[in-house]
């Protein structure tokens, strides 16, 4: 590990893997991390008053995906416009298909830093997957995300606010199956790419989150 460069990350696996989870201890622990994340992207170009702005925001709305450059394309002008030479770069479920992984390798090969990335695969399988999400809940009036691990399952109200939990609208099974079915057509080659060169590191996603963090930081000692 060459300690001039700043550490990266490219976390992926399928919803309710806790990648957003294992995203945060990675920034406390790290510190120095730009973190990028297509759904916010999205979130904050549905807010534009543009051509574009205004069909994200119906496509969210109504879900699907836009075309595939898009995603691709505001992460790079926000990395570009960003992150500094000492700042690490986290991806939190990006790339989620081949093309983008190959820009990715592309962009750290420019910056110096495909050494340096971590390629994280948060392992579960479809069926643990599918169960989490449907069992998920959140606050009503928080809106905190209470995943289906752990010590999480026994709440009956949300333990920062004490609000009611409920089930989230947008995941119904048919939702989540809509989800699973895209990562095995298109994520999956990305697993297959990173596999193929040796630079996929494959840790055990249904384990607690603490064991998950630790195998982490084993992997990239
Ligand atoms: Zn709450």
């Known amino acids: 590990m060459k300690h001039s460069k700043p550490l990266n990350f490219t976390l992926i696996g399928r919803s ?8 945060k201890l990675l920034i406390e622990r790290f510190g ?16 534009a008053n543009t051509d574009t702005g205004k069909r994200i925001k119906k496509i969210i709305k109504e879900g699907g995906l836009p075309f595939d450059e898009l995603a691709t394309t505001l992460w790079m002008y926000k990395i570009a416009y960003n992150v500094k030479e000492n700042q690490g770069i986290l991806f939190d479920g990006s790339p989620r298909r081949l093309d983008e992984a190959k820009v990715i390798d ?7 830093r495909k050494e340096n990335t971590y390629n994280i695969l948060l392992d579960i399988s479809r069926e643990e997957a599918f169960n989490r999400l449907i069992k998920r809940r959140i606050c009503k009036k928080c809106e905190r995300l ?11 109200v949300c333990d920062k606010c004490g609000g009611e939990l409920i089930t989230r609208p947008d995941d119904s099974s048919k939702a989540i199956n809509n989800r699973l079915d895209f990562y095995d057509k298109r994520v ?6 990173y596999k193929k060169q040796n630079r996929l590191i494959e840790i055990n996603g249904e384990q607690s989150i603490e064991d998950v963090f630790q195998d982490i930081l084993k992997a990239i000692r």
């Open 106 to 112: 592309e962009f750290m090969e420019f910056l110096e």
């Open 32 to 47: 120095n991390l730009f973190y990028v994340y297509t759904g916010d992207l999205f979130r904050d170009l549905a807010k």
């Open 188 to 193: 999956t080659e990305v697993v297959d790419y």
């Open 146 to 156: 209470i995943p289906w691990v752990g010590e999480f399952k026994k709440l009956k």
């Open 16 to 23: 309710g893997s806790g990648k957003g989870t294992q995203a």
